[in-house]
Structures are given as structure tokens and as C-alpha cells.
């Protein structure tokens, strides 16, 4: 399980996935965590917004509809091409290694990584580069799977995790592992990098009644 690894499988997938987002076949999407980050970054009330890891460009296209300038950026180049032929809007391919060693040159009111934060020093390295990204009282907004349900049956332990395409389907193969991170990790993990967490939500299942997703709210330290 690495960091690569996690790119190999996106790759492998990023035609299944364009089908999967664009045909509303995720329910909780559909039910939960799109409105949840749009409303999120809405509520930045936001000038500029960069979307990292942002796959085939969904979050973008809904934000340009709200009049905001958008730069969506991803480390697969199909999702990166599936998004520039969706919208003419700005969509950058860097993986981020490039992003931490300054290769991209932007700023924007919100920094937004929507389930885009999957790997171990990969996802170190991009917080790190974050505060250089954000405009002055700008926000990190990360959404990622709530911890007390993505820990399963396993240790409340950081960690990596093998993955699944459970609930997709059988066109996707070779599911990528992702690393676990505890509530109080990510928040270190923003605490190291200057940036303070502001807001915290929590989405629910409007059925289930259970956790759904995770959104941390952040701010670079005054």
C-alpha cells in the first residue's frame, strides 16, 4: 500500500468513475456530501476557489454556476481531460509532489479537497503547500469519510487500509488503499501547518441516521 499505488487505481478507473459521478450512481453523493461541500464553500462566500483532486470537474462546473472563478486541479490526466471537456473553465493536471514543491501558482479565497485526500506524505506534503495557495483569511475546506464509520471493525489507529469498489459497479477493478487518519490526526495534521481548524460539520444520513462525511474548516494561524 502507497501513495503510488492510490494513482495507479484512479488511473486504471477514471473512465468508470466519470460515468459513476455524472450519472448520479453514488447515493451518498446524491443524498449527503455534494450539497454538503457546495453549501460548505457557498457559505465562504467566495470570490476564487481552488478544488483539488478534482476528478472529472463536478464541483467546479456547480460553483462557475454561482458566478465563482474556479481552478480545479487533479493527478490523473483522464479526469483532468474529462473535466476540460465538460466546462471551459481552468483545470490543471499536477500531482501533489508538484503542488508541495510549488508548481502551482495560484491563489484563491477557498482551498477545497472534496474526498481527494487518500495517500499518507502525499497528503502531508499538500497541507503543507495549503497556507501558499489561500488568499489572506482565506479557508482549507477538506471533506473525507467520517472516522467512526470508515474505521469499520479495524483499530481506531492511523493506518493504511486496503480498498473497495463495494456498491459500484463491475467495471471498476483494482480498488486503491487509502490511509486512515483519526479525528485527532487530522487536526494535528492542520495544526503542523498553520493552519487552525474554525469549523467542524459532521453530514448524517437523512435515512440511516449515521455519519456520513467529515468537514474540517480551516484558517491559516494570524
Given amino acids: 500500500m502507497s501513495d503510488h499505488k492510490i494513482i495507479d487505481s484512479w488511473e486504471r478507473n477514471a473512465s468508470p468513475w466519470v460515468e459513476a459521478v455524472r450519472g448520479a450512481e453514488i447515493e451518498s453523493r446524491r443524498l449527503v456530501t455534494d450539497r454538503a461541500i457546495t453549501d460548505a464553500v457557498l457559505a465562504c462566500m467566495p470570490e476564487s476557489v481552488i478544488d483539488l483532486g ?3 470537474g463536478w ?3 456547480k460553483l462557475r454556476s454561482h458566478g465563482i472563478n474556479t481552478l480545479g486541479v487533479d493527478a ?8 476540460r471537456q465538460a466546462d471551459p ?5 499536477l500531482s501533489y509532489e508538484e503542488i508541495a514543491a510549488g508548481r502551482l501558482d495560484a491563489r484563491a479565497d477557498v482551498v477545497v479537497c472534496n474526498f481527494s485526500l487518500f495517500g499518507d506524505e502525499s497528503v502531508g506534503g499538500l497541507i503543507r503547500s495549503v497556507p501558499n ?3 489572506r483569511q482565506g479557508t482549507l475546506l477538506v ?3 467520517h472516522p467512526l464509520v470508515a474505521c469499520g471493525d479495524a483499530p481506531y489507529v492511523d493506518g493504511w487500509r486496503p480498498g473497495s469498489w463495494a456498491g459500484f459497479s463491475d467495471a471498476f477493478s483494482d480498488p ?3 490511509y486512515f ?3 485527532e490526526s487530522w487536526i494535528k495534521l492542520l495544526l503542523a501547518n498553520g493552519l487552525c481548524l474554525s469549523r467542524l460539520v459532521e453530514t448524517i444520513h437523512p435515512q440511516r441516521g449515521k455519519p456520513v462525511s467529515l468537514i474540517l474548516a480551516a484558517q491559516t494561524a494570524a
Avoid: I
Fill in 59 to 61: 464541483l467546479c462546473r
Fill in 76 to 83: 490523473v490526466g483522464a479526469l483532468v481531460e474529462a473535466a
Fill in 54 to 56: 478534482c476528478g472529472e
Fill in 143 to 145: 471533506q473525507t469519510l
Fill in 133 to 135: 495557495l489561500l488568499q
Fill in 181 to 183: 487518519r483519526t479525528l
Fill in 176 to 178: 486503491a488503499p487509502w
Fill in 89 to 93: 473553465g481552468d483545470y490543471r493536471w
